[in-house]
């Protein structure tokens, strides 16, 4: 299992003193940003804006999280939109890897979009947002390849929940379409 934090560190030097600080920079380790959350930052400003971070991608899920302040609505809850499209764009972010050449690790040239969606909202979210979307079973995944190579198009149904404190408060269904 891969763990990122929200804010990547990388040091060059052995130490760094600032003021009444001194750093030993061979205590601190450099974190490499995901290719996905580079990706969201980059090509999907709203992911920028929201703070979006991936915090676990593993062979069976990808967790997305997002500090509550830039999405918090007027009664200190996170607000409604932020948590449909974290939990979008969780959903996407399996879409992307399964899109990557297995040889390569390379992405050719394909077009990832929403078709449909529908959120369930359980229970307000009170701090931070985190949304958990598990990948497909292999046999969903074969399918989704065939139809891919066959017709040049396929589609993929994945739900990804908000959770907070063990507890769902978003459940999302999505359908999203890759074309060439």
């Given amino acids: 299992m891969v763990r990122w934090g929200w804010h990547p560190v990388c040091y060059e030097t052995s130490s ?27 090509m999907i400003p709203l992911a920028k804006a929201m703070g979006v971070g991936v915090e676990v991608s593993d062979e069976s899920k990808l967790v997305l999280i997002a500090p509550k302040e830039p999405n918090r609505n007027s009664l ?38 929403v078709k449909e969606s529908r959120a369930a909202y359980r229970r307000p979210v009170l701090g931070d947002l985190r949304a958990i979307c598990e990948r497909p079973a292999q046999a969903a995944i074969a399918e989704f390849r065939e139809a891919l190579g066959r017709y040049g198009k396929a589609k993929l149904k994945l739900r990804t929940a908000i959770i907070e404190d063990g507890n769902v408060a978003v459940d999302v269904t999505a359908a999203f379409v890759v074309t060439r």
């Fill in 16 to 42: 760094v003193t600032r003021g009444l600080f001194s750093i030993n920079l061979e205590s601190v380790k450099s974190v490499k940003v995901p290719a996905f959350e580079l990706f969201l930052h980059e």
């Fill in 76 to 113: 200190n809850t996170a607000f409604g939109g932020s948590l449909v499209s974290l939990a979008t764009l969780a959903g996407y972010g399996v879409v992307w890897d399964l899109m990557k050449d297995a040889k390569t690790g390379e992405k050719p040239t394909w077009h990832i979009v």
